[in-house]
């Protein structure tokens, strides 16, 4: 999103800090060819922000429709004024600064809008499928345009916490899990109409597989590792749960089987694996239980086949080693707030944490002690719920919270690109949808919310794209341009006291 990193500045000591005024010395630089302008250093004005200097790109490239542009100096965001910025460095207007641009990252626009019948407590999604949770016990499955194509409603007799949607599963077109606050966790087998697959509409038929249980409270994340072969669970409780999704391989639990879920409207004729007349889903216990978190366990992700992450009431993240097929703890994080929401970049190098205190926090496993949390992202107003990291890049992340908001960030920067005014009530749970290709290009943010809808917005990339004809792209827009359905939350003003600190 925007531009990469790696552009710097030179030149400048302390004691020349508060000299700065008049004009600084600036080299522009890109990676993008069709933007690239001179970069013989010049003087511009020192009191402009990125607004000012887009304007200045602007000028240089003679534009026929003007664009935003962001700027990055030593990899962060520049977003104060080049005065403010060398203070804080503590430079003197005689230093060169070396200034990496690019089109800014456009404001995504809602597309699609899911009623459901209540609270929609979880969110999962796949390049094909969107899987929803909802409070009334139901689980919800949509194709990529939007359209049910299933539903289960009798798995849970209490609100579903967790859901985790796969593709492409020991024969299935579609593996769904689900968690509850009954306790236990659902796991569907689906097979989509033959005339349908790889494309849009066609009903899935789904098949509960399995009945999970063996907590002893709320179960409120659930997550389904990268080959489908196993999943995890956190509950209320403080355990989480190893289970087999193969069930043959699953222990068998004790009690009365329970009924088939009824796969509702949208079920197509076609079952899963099983066929018509399949057996009733078996009733399993996990492979592996482990209480190593003191408190309620919300979140569960598996960076890999072999590492799993997991985030908690007792202010802790640990990560386990997955390699023997067992829940074994390798390494604590320990912070001082309650995290809420768990997200791993996918080059497994960061983690992002939700918290109650509005702040999304990224950590460094690799640190320790007071370094192991590296940055606080703030623009929320509430409750942080859920926080979720683009599986298409290493910067950026969507989020969600109590003030009905989602709000999109890069981490080279502490306040939001955008602000999208996603829900009428509590924003609760958020996901991203990854283009056909398992990329940006095509890629969706999903967020489910107490409003009972589940609301999906598009992104579209840098500013002066194809898909420009709507925006108001002019050179003093800032990083992107808000519609309708979005705000850009990190004006000039707004950051200038608290970025980049």
């Known amino acids: 999103a925007g531009a990469g990193g790696g552009a710097g500045s030179g030149g400048g000591g302390a004691g020349a800090a508060g000299r700065v005024g008049g004009d600084v010395r600036v080299c522009f630089t890109t990676k993008i060819d069709a933007y690239r302008v001179t970069e013989t250093p010049f003087a511009v004005p020192a009191r402009l922000t990125r607004r000012g200097l887009s304007e200045v790109i602007n000028h240089l490239l003679d534009l ?180 087999s999704t193969d069930p043959e391989a699953s222990p068998a639990a004790g009690g009365d089987e329970e009924g088939e879920a009824d796969a509702g409207e949208g079920g197509g004729r076609k079952r899963g694996r099983g066929g018509a007349g399949a057996s009733a889903p078996k009733r399993v216990a996990p492979l592996a239980t482990a209480k190593e978190h003191n408190q309620a366990v919300t979140s569960v992700v598996w960076p890999s086949p072999l590492v799993l992450a997991s985030g908690s009431h007792d202010h802790s993240v640990r990560i386990w080693d997955m390699g023997r097929g067992e829940l ?67 910067f950026l992340l969507a989020s969600t919270s109590h ?32 283009g056909a290709d398992g990329g940006a290009d095509g890629a969706f943010v999903v967020s489910g919310g107490a409003d009972k809808k589940v609301r999906r917005f598009a992104m579209r990339g840098a500013a002066g794209g194809d898909d420009d004809s709507d925006d108001d792209a002019a050179a003093g827009a800032g990083s992107g341009v808000a519609g309708a359905d979005a705000t850009h939350s990190d004006s000039d003003s707004a950051a200038s006291s608290a970025d980049d600190e």
């Open 328 to 394: 074994e703890v390798s390494q604590t994080l320990h912070g001082n707030k309650v995290v809420t929401g768990l997200a791993v970049s996918p080059n497994g190098a960061s983690l992002a944490t939700a918290h109650p205190d509005r702040v999304i926090r990224l950590w460094d496993p690799r640190a320790s002690g007071a370094t192991v949390v590296q940055m606080a992202l703030r623009g929320h107003e509430a409750w942080v719920t859920g926080v979720a990291w683009a599986p298409f890049t290493d």
């Open 64 to 243: 026929e429709k003007p664009i935003p542009f962001d700027f990055l100096v030593d990899g962060r965001f520049l977003r104060t004024s080049l005065a403010k910025f060398l203070r804080r460095q503590g430079m003197s207007g005689e230093s060169i600064v070396t200034l990496e641009y690019a089109p800014a990252f456009r404001a995504p626009k809602q597309d699609l809008e899911m009623p459901h019948p209540d609270w929609v407590g979880a969110v999962d999604a796949t390049p094909r499928f969107i899987a929803s949770g909802c409070y009334d016990g139901s689980a919800r499955l949509y194709n990529a345009a939007g359209e049910v194509v299933a539903t289960v409603g009798s798995a849970h007799k209490r609100p579903i916490r967790g859901v985790s949607v796969s593709e492409a599963v020991d024969g299935y077109d579609v593996v769904l899990a689900t968690a509850a606050k009954d306790g236990t966790l659902a796991l569907f087998g689906g097979t989509a109409a033959a005339a349908k697959r790889g494309g849009g509409g066609g009903d899935v038929r789904l098949q509960q597989l399995l009945s999970c249980v063996g907590h002893t409270n709320s179960v409120d994340a659930v997550a389904v590792d990268p080959v489908g072969s196993k999943l995890v669970s956190g509950s209320w409780d403080g355990t989480m749960c190893l289970w």
């Open 403 to 434: 003030d009905k908001s989602v709000r999109l960030w890069d981490i080279r920067a502490s306040r939001p690109l955008h602000t999208m005014g996603a829900h009428d009530d509590k924003a609760l749970a958020v996901a991203w949808q990854a």
